[in-house]
């Protein structure tokens, strides 16, 4: 069998501030969504392909500290790419794991930009290549796997 993720589904702790958030970074259309009643959500993607499911079903903040999730990362074109993504980030006043665009380990040419959503869910957006102007800020590891 041969698989490729299909969509990641987040619980959000605020529907309105979690969409407008993920539009904005990610330029995401609203597929789908309900904004009232109990049963909160949207469904946010690009080119009519489903990509991200909010839900807001949950309290307090995300848990680094427990078994599940550990950051998201999405892929874009080039780093010219991460630099503007880092542009509307900057805009948006977050939270940086680390300072500007890093690679993703010593001597490796991908990698991004690190950072948290609204409810504190570790992101990145990282490029392929062109990422090996700056240290990597955890030589011994993967940079994504320790912010």
């Known amino acids: 069998m041969a698989f490729?993720?299909?969509h990641v589904a987040l619980n959000v702790t605020d529907l309105?501030?979690?969409t407008a958030f993920y539009r904005t970074v990610f330029s995401f259309d609203v597929l789908g969504e309900r904004t009232d009643g109990e049963q909160r959500f949207?469904?946010?993607g690009q080119d009519g392909a489903l990509v991200l499911a909010l839900w807001q079903q949950s309290a307090?903040?995300?848990a680094t500290d427990r078994p599940g999730l550990h950051h998201l990362s999405f892929e874009v074109a080039d780093i010219?790419?991460?630099r503007r993504a880092e542009a509307v980030l900057r805009g948006l006043d977050v939270t940086f794991a680390y300072d500007g665009i890093v690679p993703h380990g010593e001597g490796a040419s991908?990698?991004?930009v690190f950072f948290s959503d609204p409810d504190g869910v570790r992101l990145?957006?990282?490029a392929p290549t062109g990422a090996d102007?700056?240290?990597a800020p955890t030589p011994a590891a993967p940079t994504c796997g320790f912010f």
Do not use: H, N, Q
């Open 133 to 135: 102007v700056a240290p």
């Open 42 to 44: 949207a469904l946010l």
């Open 4 to 6: 490729k993720t299909g």
């Open 110 to 112: 991908s990698g991004g």
């Open 124 to 126: 990145e957006i990282y």
């Open 60 to 62: 307090g903040t995300f």
């Open 16 to 18: 309105a501030r979690s």
């Open 80 to 82: 010219e790419a991460v």
